[in-house]
């Protein structure tokens, strides 16, 4: 058959190109996304003119390469990182400069794969911090740029402020008679200044909603690190209301710290519901002295706690569980938003568990074959949030269904270590041996 004009110059879907491609928004630097595309110009105005999308936030390639059919590298890289990808959106992938390395070079492995056209290093990659509409003004904040300088030179990964409506959000969650009477203790330089911007969040909300909640007492400290977040002093204090009546007390040699005698006297003895967001750096203390002192808290850790072998025990032995929400967004010093994968932590009794529905408890043999496989060892993993309710023995899952509540449908963990996966000889990720109770 003879093609008219227009037809022949028309590209065929076979003779245009495929791409591959990683891109990235500048306000959300932990994921990237993954896709596959005839056009990288236009998929890319696509993303920088989404519905929606603040115009802070730019998308940019990290990564671009031709490729023979793909399709199927896109599935294939689909497979290989499940447990990477967002389960609400499958496009979507933790982004690290370690993830980042390992997906490059998987594409590149590929046998479809033609050729690189476009790479950022991950390494030397500028950090873009934009600072959003919303950020207060430094006289708001009631700070000098100075301030602002010398704060940033000193903070390092401990030092994020939680933000009150993620704070909100998850408490509002809880049945309000576990507050009525009793002492609450936010003991991870939960500052109380003379403003909102001196005072931690967590502070803020036990004063604001005192009444409402019917607390006995709020005591909170203020820790005297090397980094001072809230403009407060280079002692550590103790901030205490009972009903009307408030104290802050500078105790001789206080540090402030979560394992200073003063502080572990009152987690022991006088606290009932510890709540706050600890030092990430030091989290597995901090999990050891609260768990130990077998007190009822609320508090943010990373979601990786849950593949992690300092914490798998608690999950383990239930001493712990996942609260109702994930916590993504910070604030630095600069009070710039910054991202981090938390979770709310708790051993108070949770309730319709949204994230239930994530999991896909079905027969092994309706597991679409994609998300099953074996390991070296012959251990079943299982990925994409299904879960096999006919299968007696142990399989290995990553930390999401462990966040979304697998414990609490009948399987238990069986290994109190994490489990280190091989496939053909490859080191895969971290994940936690379970079984059908
Ligand atoms: C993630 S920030 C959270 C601050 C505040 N609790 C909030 O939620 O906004 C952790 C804080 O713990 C402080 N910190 C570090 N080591 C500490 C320790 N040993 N005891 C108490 N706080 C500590 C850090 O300086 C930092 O201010």
Redesign the pocket.
């Known amino acids: 058959m003879v093609k008219n004009a227009a037809e022949a110059a028309k590209p065929t879907e076979s003779k245009a190109k495929q791409y591959i491609y990683i891109v990235q928004a500048s306000l959300e630097q932990s994921r990237c996304k993954i896709g596959k595309t005839n056009d990288l110009e236009r998929r890319l105005k696509e993303y920088n003119s989404m519905t929606g999308k603040s115009k802070n936030n730019v998308y940019t390639y990290l990564f671009t390469c031709e490729v023979k059919d793909m399709a199927r590298v896109e599935n294939a890289v689909k497979e290989e990182f499940s447990i990477f990808r967002e389960e609400s959106n499958t496009e979507i992938y933790l982004y690290n400069s370690k993830t980042f390395t390992k997906y490059v070079k998987f594409i590149k492995s590929h046998e479809l794969f033609i050729k690189e056209m476009h790479y950022i290093n991950p390494i030397t990659k500028p950090a873009v911090k934009i600072v959003p509409k919303t950020t207060p003004s430094l006289k708001e904040r009631g700070l000098t740029r100075k301030d602002v300088m010398q704060r940033a030179k000193r903070a390092d990964d ?5 933000r009150y409506e993620d ?1 909100e959000k998850e408490l509002s969650m809880y049945d309000k008679r576990i507050w009525k009477n009793k002492v609450v203790f ?6 109380v200044g003379k403003n909102e911007n001196e005072t ?3 502070a803020w909300y036990f004063l604001e909603n005192f009444k409402t909640l019917g607390l006995k007492t709020l005591i909170c ?1 203020h ?1 005297s ?3 001072d ?2 403009n407060q002093g280079v002692k550590g204090y103790i901030f205490r209301k009972t009903g009307f009546k408030v104290v802050r007390d500078e105790p001789d040699g206080y ?6 005698p003063i ?1 572990l006297k009152i987690l022991n003895e006088e606290a009932d519901i510890v709540c ?7 989290m597995i ?2 999990w050891k002295i609260l768990i130990e002192s077998g007190k009822k808290f609320i508090i ?1 850790s990373a979601e990786s706690n849950a593949v992690n072998t300092a914490y798998i025990p608690y999950f383990m032995n239930n001493k712990v569980w996942t609260g109702y929400n994930s916590v993504y967004w ?1 604030e630095n010093p600069k009070r710039q938003l910054v991202r981090a994968a938390g979770r709310w932590y708790t051993n108070i009794k949770i309730k319709d568990r949204e994230t239930y529905k994530r999991l896909k408890i079905i027969p092994l043999k309706e597991i679409p074959d994609k998300y099953k496989r074996y390991d070296d060892s012959k251990i079943l993993l299982v990925d994409g949030g299904y879960i096999p309710s006919d299968y007696k023995k142990p399989f290995a899952v990553s930390s999401n269904p462990i966040l979304n509540g697998l414990l609490e449908k009948g399987y238990k963990i069986v290994k109190e270590k994490k489990y280190v996966p091989y496939i053909a000889g490859d080191e895969k990720f971290a994940r936690v041996l379970v079984q059908k109770s």
């Open positions: 401990d030092e994020f402020y939680t704070i936010c003991n991870c330089d939960d500052a931690s969040a967590f400290t820790y690190g090397p980094v977040l809230f540090t402030g710290s979560f394992d200073d502080s706050t967001n600890p030092p990430f750096s030091k203390d901090y943010i910070y």
